[in-house]
């Protein structure tokens, strides 16, 4: 019997967050999650951008994918959230 440590049964969980405000002074906030297994492919996402206006709107998009066959990724459900302030004046 042979002692092979596969790697692909491990699987990391990577999060980077982005934020930054576009020249309308929305401020964007960019969250992506990654699961990599042990050989370095990407095998599922979830993304989670939220702008927020000046105007104090809010834009939720979240995009959930997972590794497809061919290498590449497959959107398996997307919510959309729009939250608009009602200014009664």
Do not use: R
Not at 15 to 27: M, Q, R
Not at 29 to 43: K, Q, R, S, Y
Not at 57 to 63: A, N
């Amino acid at each position: 019997m042979s002692d092979t440590n596969n790697n692909s049964d491990e699987i990391e969980i990577v999060e980077v967050v982005t934020e930054s405000i576009d020249a309308d002074g929305d401020v964007i906030v960019d969250d992506l999650i990654v699961a990599v297994d042990g050989d370095g492919n990407v095998i599922a996402t979830d993304e989670t951008i939220i702008v927020a206006t000046p105007e104090g709107d809010i834009i939720v998009d979240e995009v959930i994918a997972f590794a497809d066959g061919n290498g590449g990724l497959q959107a398996v459900e997307e919510d959309l959230t729009v939250i608009e302030v009602i200014n009664e004046s």
